[in-house]
């Protein structure tokens, strides 16, 4: 599925504020102030009414129904009620919510204030996303979260009892100290929860993170020395899919599992390459540009931005209160953009496809991008299939259990597709 004209929008805000930062984050989030939060916020409802403006100049289509809404983090659920009831209030001035409309938003366990769950409910939020990583006391706990299983049962209980029933609970395979026992335990706490949707990641090791920078030098620091090896990662998160499965939370995507309905909508439009608008720190945008310029024989150029992952410059600007001119949204111009043209979105719609379970649709992409294009890719396709990666029956093509476990690879052969169309820079495309 790709984006196509009038389709409703997703919107994205990040809360990059949290209680403590975890050794293995590699996110642009930290611990900053309380007082802060306010003027984030304002930033974040300034930046709101600028976004028409910069699309128009930027000939963007910007959707003004939207029929998802994802505030991530960090831990937005640490803003004071009062700031997510304005923020929520900016959101439903500036675009139309769908009656239907997905609203997630990300709590950490323990940090879920009652005055805080009644406005998250009060503002329409009817699926919370719980970051626990683990329900093993120990493994949490060394990897700095603040939570032990029963504060994470406890917060589930509230959050139905206060009708938000639609929640997601995020597990981490590899954590220090983690072994194949103590998973299956996390794993058969995940199930007995009744939860309807979960996430499964296995542990990056990156320069992004504390833990990564730790186990890249071959330090002991964030106990490095106990995260298990790949291997045994490899086999861990093998394990959840047939654990998870057998509990009828079935795999719809690599680091993904629902009950039947319970995928989340907001994420999916990622996968399937529908339009999104990211606010807020470290904030990531999918836009196609306007009609006038879209050829209507092809899909036209798609703009990707993402904003400054620093708190100070994204706070710099006009005082608060004073309208923005849309020349300077979101804390400034978005610091990293690319107009993508049709051959590199078809390369996004084979790396970006394949992660979802359903897999990669041929027909559609013959109809998106051309033949004679899929054509190229389809002997790649042929490459891995031949190497048990990737499976085809000419009509769908999948990533198989073997190519999961190493999709990063799998995902790679398909970024030299449109070598020959370099990607537009902002100078020369849009405007």
């Given amino acids: ?73 960090g831990t937005p659920s640490l803003l004071e009620p009062e700031l997510l009831a304005r923020l929520f209030g900016a959101m439903r001035a500036e675009f139309d919510f769908e009656p239907e409309a997905e609203i997630t938003v990300e709590c950490a366990p323990g940090q879920l204030a009652d005055e805080t769950l009644e406005s998250l409910a009060a503002a329409g939020v009817h699926r919370v996303s719980l970051g626990v990583q683990s329900f093993i006391d120990r493994e949490a706990q060394v990897s700095g979260r603040l939570h032990n299983r029963a504060t994470v049962e406890e917060d589930l209980r509230r959050l139905r009892g206060a009708g938000i029933a639609n929640l997601n609970v995020d597990l981490i395979a590899g954590l220090a100290g983690q072994t194949p026992a103590s998973w299956e335990e996390s794993l058969a706490v995940l199930v007995e929860s009744g939860v309807p949707h979960a996430s499964v990641y296995m542990l990056e090791v990156d320069e992004d993170s504390r833990l990564g920078r730790e186990m890249l030098a071959g330090g002991a620091r964030y106990h490095a020395g106990l995260v298990p090896a ?89 005082e608060p209160g004073s309208p923005r001119t849309g020349l300077r949204p979101w804390g400034g111009e978005p610091v990293e953009t690319a107009w993508l043209s049709p051959a590199r979105q078809h390369e996004e719609a084979w790396f970006l496809g394949l992660r979802l379970n359903v897999g990669v649709d041929v027909a559609a992409l013959e109809r998106e991008f051309g033949r004679e294009t899929v054509a190229r890719a389809m002997e790649t396709v042929g490459r891995l299939a031949e190497n048990g990666l990737l499976t085809s029956d000419g009509k769908t093509v999948r990533l198989t259990a073997q190519g999961q476990l190493l999709s990063n690879d799998v995902f790679q052969e398909f970024l030299g597709l449109a070598a020959e169309e370099s990607e537009m820079s902002l100078g020369t495309h849009g405007g």
């Fill in 230 to 318: 790949d291997d045994a990662i490899a086999q861990m998160y093998s394990r959840a899919i047939e654990r998870l499965g057998a509990a009828a939370l079935g795999q719809y995507e690599i680091s993904n599992f629902c009950r039947p309905g319970f995928a989340s909508r907001h994420n999916l439009r990622y996968w399937q390459r529908r339009p999104y608008l990211g606010l807020g720190l470290d904030a990531s945008s999918m836009l196609r540009e306007g009609l006038q310029a879209a050829d209507p024989a092809g899909p036209g150029y798609v703009l990707r931005s993402t904003t400054t992952d620093d708190l100070g410059a994204f706070l710099e600007g006009p």
């Fill in 1 to 73: 599925m790709s984006c196509s004209h009038n389709d409703a929008l997703g919107l994205y805000i990040s809360i990059p504020f949290c209680r403590s930062k975890c050794t293995y984050c590699n996110f642009a989030s930290g611990v900053y102030p309380a007082s802060e939060h306010a003027r984030y916020v304002e930033r974040l409802i300034q930046d709101l009414a600028a976004t028409g403006a910069w699309a128009a100049r930027m000939n963007l289509e910007l959707p003004r129904q939207v029929d998802t809404v994802y505030l991530g983090g």
